[in-house]
Antibody, heavy 124, light 111 residues
Framework: QVQLQESGPGLVKPSETLSLTCTVS??????????WGWIRQPPGKGLEWIGS???????YYNASLRSRVTMSVDTSKNQFSLKLRSVTAADTAVYRC????????????????WGRGTLVTVSS | QSVLTQPPSVSGAPGQRVTISCTGS?????????VHWYQQFPGTAPELLIY???NRPSGVPDRFSGSKSGTSASLAITGLQAEDEADYYC???????????FGGGTKLTVL
């Protein structure tokens, strides 16, 4: 069974960079047919896709966050990571790493596995 | 403002049938991209409920069904049970945004 576990600081100061890592067990980030992504959820609000990375390093980002986001994959550690720069209070959310399974072309991917999530608060 | 529009809340009595709508546009649902549905209980991660418009993953009761027409999709729940009380999200792909998008979520209350 695939399991994903987020790790990183729970508190980030405004204007600084939020950095999270997702460790994958029960599966390999090197396998094709999957994207590895991040989805966030502000307290009491809905889901927002942040971005996804393929094992090759190809990335796809939410257009509204693209200027501040960097994602990467580390196949040697079976991990992938998220960096979100210049954070504000609006970036406070539960951040979940996910595995998206492709069942057809690029656009046809379902979120099959979710991490439990980690609350990141942006505050001074 | 979510790209996909869902009603904030719906409710129904046990045993009844409820539907949750998900309205998009010509760049997502109307562009024939598939719609998926997720169920989320408080304090937990969402789980896949319906994929590819109308397919249920193994383990999902057949009380749950999905459909799509034009620029909209719907999730139907029949034989409503107390355990169905949760938040429900639709998701698709948007070609204008070049990314995956979610609806704002619908809170289902079982009366």
């Amino acid at each position: 069974q695939v399991q994903l576990q987020e790790s990183g600081p729970g508190l980030v100061k405004p204007s600084e960079t939020l950095s999270l890592t997702c460790t994958v067990s029960g599966g390999s980030v090197s396998n094709s047919g999957h994207y590895w992504g991040w989805i966030r959820q502000p307290p009491g609000k809905g889901l927002e896709w942040i971005g996804s990375v393929y094992y090759s390093g190809t990335t796809y980002y939410n257009a509204s966050l693209r200027s501040r986001v960097t994602m990467s994959v580390d196949t040697s550690k079976n991990q992938f990571s998220l960096k979100l720069r210049s954070v504000t209070a609006a970036d406070t959310a539960v951040y979940r790493c996910v595995r998206q399974d492709l069942y057809s072309e690029h656009e046809y991917a379902i979120v099959a596995y979710w991490g439990r999530g980690t609350l990141v608060t942006v505050s001074s | 403002q979510s790209v996909l529009t869902q009603p904030p809340s719906v409710s129904g009595a046990p045993g009844q049938r409820v539907t949750i709508s998900c309205t998009g546009s010509s760049s997502n649902i109307g562009a024939d991209y598939d719609v998926h549905w997720y169920q989320q209980f408080p304090g937990t991660a969402p789980e896949l409920l319906i994929y590819g418009n109308d397919n249920r993953p193994s383990g999902v009761p057949d009380r749950f069904s999905g459909s799509k027409s034009g620029t909209s999709a719907s999730l139907a729940i029949t034989g409503l049970q107390a355990e169905d009380e949760a938040d429900y999200y639709c998701q698709s792909y948007d070609s204008s945004l070049s990314g995956w998008v979610f609806g704002g979520g619908t809170k289902l209350t079982v009366l």
